[in-house]
């Protein structure tokens, strides 16, 4: 046998021990997986049987729904209170809050499906899903009226739960909270949707590809944060905003990176009931500065319950004919942070696909305001050049191979 062969015999043989133990390692991880210790509930939990939900359908599949209670019980003079967490999230992230809020009113604090405490494995990680999922705890409670205060993510589910049960929502407060769509990462949902739907097989992948004994079953950035991401619609928010009538109280922090300042700007003006509170805070304020929203949200909760608070029916007429004017592009904010990071990925990868195509559509969006000179410029440079050192690595490495192969040994 020649060295050559030799050579080649080696490193194939060095694929194949490598394969194996991938694959050993990987079915050692499942069974590990397998033998973990069933989650121990705590004992300050409570849990209700909801049924599971697929869009607006409820099927006859029996989940667990945990969650929290606070305050000083029934109040027939003020309604409970219902604190809706962001993704990824659980009923805990409110514990700051939920202290102050406590001594004047009942706090229902739930791990919405696919967090915290309650069912993991559900059909539908919407935030539309979730509301349904919110509306049947009421149910179970025999709650007829709540207060509902959403915070990022599920400021959503607040919007979508009001809209499924306008009459049962005593009022609104949008904490950080998500809302219009042209404000969300990238602007446009299918955009978005495609980057979510890449962050989730990834994290697919890694949770599933990677023998990994377990040890990111529980990150907090995991497979149920990306599905409630991919699942969730947020287009159908704007028309609900336009829809609703009662309270609203707008929390928002001026330095918020993951949901702009803009968003709270725009959801002000299509609520003309609606009060905004912005705070020098960024998207944490709930965990960084809990007790500066406390005067706020005491304020609002007790003109609403003293019938003080001001419903679309009683705002002033300037607000109303401000909501009633179309949206204006301008007012889209520039992206930065997280969506900053992701759109420059997304322009390199673009450029491996077309360059001349990408490069236009960067100049567009510099041009609308969406990113910034630099970045685009920066994002087109790398991923060009990037793509040019790949191609010509390919040629290098494959080239003489890949010819002496079908189908190009055939062409050649």
């Given at each position: 046998?020649?060295?050559?062969?030799?050579?080649?015999?080696?490193?194939?043989?060095?694929?194949?021990?490598?394969?194996?133990?991938?694959?050993?390692?990987?079915?050692?991880?499942?069974?590990?997986?397998?033998?973990?210790?069933?989650v121990?509930?705590?004992?300050?939990?409570?849990?209700?049987?909801?049924?599971?939900?697929?869009g607006?359908?409820?099927?006859?599949?029996?989940?667990?729904?945990?969650?929290?209670?606070?305050?000083?019980?029934?109040?027939?003079l003020?309604?409970?209170?219902?604190?809706?967490?962001?993704?990824?999230?659980?009923?805990?992230?409110?514990?700051?809050?939920?202290?102050?809020?406590?001594?004047?009113?009942?706090?229902?604090?739930?791990?919405?499906?696919?967090?915290?405490?309650?069912?993991?494995?559900?059909?539908?990680?919407?935030?539309?899903?979730?509301?349904?999922?919110?509306?049947?705890?009421?149910?179970?409670?025999?709650?007829?009226?709540?207060h509902?205060?959403?915070?990022?993510?599920?400021?959503?589910?607040?919007?979508?739960?009001?809209?499924?049960?306008?009459?049962?929502?005593?009022?609104?407060?949008?904490?950080?909270?998500?809302?219009?769509?042209?404000?969300?990462?990238?602007?446009?949902?299918?955009?978005?949707?495609?980057?979510?739907?890449?962050?989730?097989?990834?994290?697919?992948?890694?949770?599933?590809?990677?023998?990994?004994?377990?040890?990111?079953?529980?990150?907090?950035?995991?497979?149920?944060?990306?599905?409630?991401?991919?699942?969730?619609?947020?287009?159908?928010?704007?028309?609900?905003?336009?829809?609703?009538?009662?309270?609203?109280?707008?929390?928002?922090g001026?330095?918020?990176?993951?949901?702009?300042?803009?968003?709270?700007?725009?959801?002000?003006?299509?609520?003309?009931?609606?009060?905004?509170?912005?705070?020098?805070?960024?998207?944490?304020?709930?965990?960084?500065?809990?007790?500066?929203l406390?005067?706020?949200?005491?304020?609002?909760?007790?003109?609403?319950?003293?019938?003080?608070?001001?419903?679309?029916?009683?705002?002033?007429?300037?607000?109303?004919?401000?909501?009633?004017?179309?949206?204006?592009?301008k007012?889209?904010?520039?992206?930065?942070?997280?969506?900053?990071?992701?759109?420059?990925?997304?322009?390199?990868?673009?450029?491996?696909?077309?360059?001349?195509?990408?490069?236009?559509?960067?100049g567009?969006?510099?041009?609308?305001?969406?990113?910034?000179?630099?970045?685009?410029?920066?994002?087109?440079?790398?991923?060009?050049?990037?793509?040019?050192?790949?191609?010509?690595?390919?040629?290098?490495?494959?080239?003489?191979?890949?010819?002496?192969?079908?189908?190009?040994k055939?062409?050649?």
């Open positions: 046998m020649s060295v050559a062969r030799e050579l080649l015999f080696l490193r194939k043989a060095w694929i194949w021990e490598a394969v194996g133990i991938y694959v050993l390692l990987l079915l050692f991880s499942y069974w590990i997986r397998t033998q973990k210790k069933p121990t509930f705590p004992p300050d939990a409570e849990f209700a049987e909801v049924k599971a939900v697929a607006d359908k409820l099927l006859e599949l029996p989940l667990h729904l945990s969650y929290r209670e606070y305050g000083p019980g029934k109040n027939p003020r309604p409970p209170v219902v604190l809706l967490h962001g993704s990824p999230g659980q009923s805990l992230d409110f514990t700051l809050l939920a202290g102050p809020l406590s001594d004047n009113y009942r706090l229902i604090v739930p791990d919405l499906p696919g967090f915290g405490h309650s069912s993991r494995k559900i059909p539908d990680y919407s935030i539309r899903a979730h509301a349904h999922y919110v509306l049947q705890l009421l149910d179970k409670l025999k709650l007829d009226r709540v509902v205060i959403g915070f990022s993510m599920g400021g959503g589910v607040a919007l979508n739960l009001a809209d499924l049960a306008p009459s049962r929502v005593a009022s609104l407060t949008m904490l950080s909270a998500v809302g219009v769509q042209e404000m969300e990462l990238l602007g446009d949902y299918r955009l978005n949707h495609l980057l979510h739907g890449i962050q989730l097989v990834g994290l697919r992948l890694l949770y599933d590809a990677v023998p990994h004994m377990g040890a990111l079953d529980d990150l907090t950035i995991g497979v149920p944060y990306a599905r409630n991401f991919y699942d969730s619609d947020q287009r159908p928010l704007r028309g609900i905003l336009t829809r609703y009538q009662g309270p609203m109280l707008i929390l928002h001026r330095n918020d990176i993951l949901v702009p300042v803009q968003a709270a700007l725009e959801h002000w003006r299509l609520v003309p009931q609606s009060t905004l509170h912005l705070l020098d805070e960024n998207h944490f304020a709930l965990f960084r500065n809990a007790k500066a406390v005067p706020a949200l005491g304020q609002f909760l007790d003109e609403v319950d003293t019938g003080r608070a001001v419903t679309r029916v009683t705002a002033e007429p300037h607000r109303i004919a401000l909501a009633a004017q179309p949206f204006d592009p007012t889209v904010p520039r992206a930065m942070g997280v969506a900053a990071i992701i759109l420059a990925l997304t322009i390199g990868l673009a450029t491996l696909v077309s360059e001349d195509l990408t490069c236009v559509g960067v567009v969006m510099v041009a609308a305001g969406r990113i910034s000179f630099l970045l685009g410029t920066s994002a087109c440079f790398v991923g060009i050049f990037l793509g040019d050192v790949l191609l010509f690595a390919a040629g290098r490495f494959l080239g003489r191979p890949a010819v002496k192969r079908a189908p190009l055939w062409l050649i």
